[in-house]
């Protein structure tokens, strides 16, 4: 517990404690923790569960001896049994677990490791919330959702680093996530393929193996994710993979600002050579037996090399038989096929054809997003699939908090309601992945909490969520405080765009005309309501200012340059809004150049202190061209 934080009665706490049990009470008395806690473990419980133990009490200042067996005076007892008949409790699977704290000591049941993880999980949480003297408490629990896992952007153009990855694999455990996706364009380093990934930090093998014991150790599943269809522009510029393109030539896509090959050509054998290679690179890397192919977003499908196919057959038909070819390459693998489903739900005709151990990952980023009714397609045909909200993070520089938890417990529900086996909450990073890793917690800790217990999602909006952040994530109640009002500056600039907010674009469409149609993504927004957010932002981050908090700079960083999208968005309109940034009165362009340098300097020292250098040039390109816009 944060020690600027009251204490809690064992209601407010259980109202705190999150992913929230699914049975869960409190009786009288409490349990002090002593200066020597001994801990022991059942023969049945592995070496890393055992010392998983040890450490959660360690880190608080405790003396532990640890032992095995059930004999004698014992503080903490893990317990595995081989089954929940043996446990004598109401949830079983191997992710289920009995914590019980009682004035003499504690034990904690299950009968898998996975389970026994979950209930080290829920007991740090508790003593977060309470110190070393915490309340009484009995929690039988288990996941609503078998999967329940996390896709990471790391190919627009954040390479994390491995020291912060593993840091978000302990963080992602603690809140019960049990798979983890990092999705690849270009940012795996294949022999052959060099010129591809030069400069982009790319992630070894070596590295990627590590990553999956370590992922493996804490109850985590790392599957591979190598996007096979569209989204292979930073491939397709290059000679000779241009020739594999649909269109070689080049389209605009929404992904960059260049023309370029976008999708592979579904016909070619050579584009399924390429993917045979990459698979035999990528896939051994990891224990997991399944794989994500992508297959989303295949704009340019039918405009160049496939145009005559499917002008004959159809563009959904020639998309299924390439989708039908990969899943051939996946299972030769022994590998199980997960992929977007996005192309499939446009002809909902052809699910019913597709292999039925296929895994759907039905995606979506917006509260209304309609997970039931796409979801409804996908159970009725018996396939297997996954809802995939988000986090809201991207293309708002400090988060869109509301739509999160709306489009996150919005996806909770449909998915229970129509079978869905698993929830993967995705974190995005289109425009130069601006956006610091905090500003994905309140997402990633409401998901993986909805994800577990469903019955949380139903009111979303009463989540205490900067609470819980305080207490699960950042142990500050300032920086809790802070990231859930930032994440609500996006509503008061004017418009709300779908899948971004109005300030982002007035950074990332800096000369677009305002106050005209082509500028309808400025809807709304006015000098007044600028003015409104920057008050906003300014009472937000007050009491981070002069902290050395990694998180705390961060935070104010993207503050500060939303403030300087209002600084800038306020020039335009009292100027001429249509005009370019160019004709701006001098002084004014001066004035703006001086703001933003700093914040250009913060954002290369910020993306060091968590990420690789491969990236930073294609991201500082968005604030570049601004400063460029200005002399």
């Not at 990553?211 to 569209?230: H, K, M, T, W």
């Not at 937000?540 to 968005?569: K, N, Q, V």
């Amino acid at each position: 517990m944060s020690r600027s934080s009251p204490p809690l009665s064992p209601a407010q706490a259980l109202a705190f404690l999150w992913p929230r049990p699914r049975k869960s009470r409190a009786p009288e008395g409490s349990w002090s923790c002593p200066p020597t806690v001994v801990v022991a473990a059942s023969p049945g419980v592995d070496d890393f569960t055992a010392e998983r133990a040890a450490l959660l009490l360690e880190s608080r200042g405790v003396r532990v001896r640890s032992r095995r067996g059930n004999q004698g005076a014992v503080r903490l007892r893990l317990v595995a049994a081989m089954d929940a008949m043996e446990l004598g409790w109401e949830f079983g699977g191997d992710e289920g677990y009995r914590l019980s704290i009682q004035v003499d000591g504690i034990e904690i049941s299950a009968r898998h490791r996975r389970g026994l993880l979950h209930g080290l999980s829920t007991l740090q949480g508790w003593l977060a919330l309470h110190g070393l003297q915490v309340p009484c408490l009995e929690v039988e629990d288990a996941p609503d959702f078998p999967h329940r896992g996390v896709l990471l952007d790391i190919s627009r153009d954040k390479v994390p680093t491995m020291e912060t990855l593993l840091g978000l694999v302990d963080r992602l455990a603690g809140w019960k996530i049990n798979q983890l996706q990092l999705y690849m364009e270009h940012t795996f380093a294949y022999h052959g393929h060099e010129k591809v990934w030069r400069g982009a930090s790319p992630w070894t093998a070596d590295e990627i193996r590590r990553l999956d014991g370590y992922c493996a150790e804490r109850g985590i599943e790392l599957v591979p994710n190598q996007n096979s269809f569209g989204h292979l522009h930073h491939w397709l510029r290059h000679e000779p993979y241009r020739w594999l393109a649909e269109c070689p030539e080049g389209v605009k896509h929404p992904f960059g600002d260049a023309v370029e090959p976008f999708s592979l050509c579904p016909l070619d054998p050579g584009s399924l050579d390429l993917l045979e290679d990459l698979y035999d690179q990528l896939l051994p890397c990891f224990q997991s037996r399944m794989a994500n192919v992508g297959l989303d977003e295949t704009f340019d499908l039918g405009q160049g090399r496939s145009a005559a196919a499917c002008a004959e057959r159809g563009r959904h038909r020639v998309y299924l038989e390439f989708l039908m070819e990969v899943y051939g390459l996946l299972s030769q693998r022994g590998k199980r096929m997960q992929f977007w489903g996005d192309i499939v739900l446009e002809e909902p005709q052809l699910i019913g054809e597709l292999p039925r151990d296929l895994i759907a990952l039905e995606w979506g980023y917006e509260a209304d997003h309609p997970f039931a009714e796409h979801g409804r397609l996908f159970a009725e045909s018996g396939l297997e699939y996954y809802v995939c909200p988000g986090t809201s993070s991207w293309i708002s520089l400090t988060g869109r908090v509301d739509n999160a938890l709306g489009n996150l417990a919005a996806a909770a529900r449909a998915g229970q309601a129509q079978g869905a086996s698993g929830m993967l909450i995705c974190d995005w990073g289109d425009y130069g992945h601006l956006q610091p890793l905090p500003v994905s917690y309140p997402g990633l800790l409401a998901g993986a909490g909805f994800a577990w217990n469903v019955s949380t999602a139903a009111e979303p909006k009463a989540l205490p969520l900067a609470e819980v952040l305080t207490h699960h994530a950042v142990d500050d109640p300032v920086l809790g405080q802070a990231l859930v009002e930032l994440g609500k500056v996006y509503q008061l600039a004017g418009r709300t765009p779908k899948n971004g907010s109005a300030l982002f674009h007035l950074l990332l469409f800096a000369g677009e005309p305002m106050g005209t149609a082509e500028g309808e993504r400025f809807h709304g927004v006015t000098a007044a309501t600028l003015e409104t957010a920057l008050e906003h932002l300014r009472q937000a981050t007050a009491p981070l200012r002069g902290s050395e908090r990694l998180e705390a700079r961060e935070l104010c960083w993207a503050a500060d340059l939303l403030a300087f999208a209002c600084h800038l968005g306020q020039a335009r309109l009292g100027h001429d809004p249509v005009a370019p940034l160019a004709d701006l009165p001098a002084a004014i362009r001066a004035a703006l150049r001086e703001e933003l340098e700093p914040l250009r300097r913060q954002h290369r020292h910020l993306w060091l202190a968590r990420n690789r250098p491969g990236g930073l040039e294609n991201s500082a390109h968005r604030l570049n061209r601004i400063a460029e816009g200005l002399q």
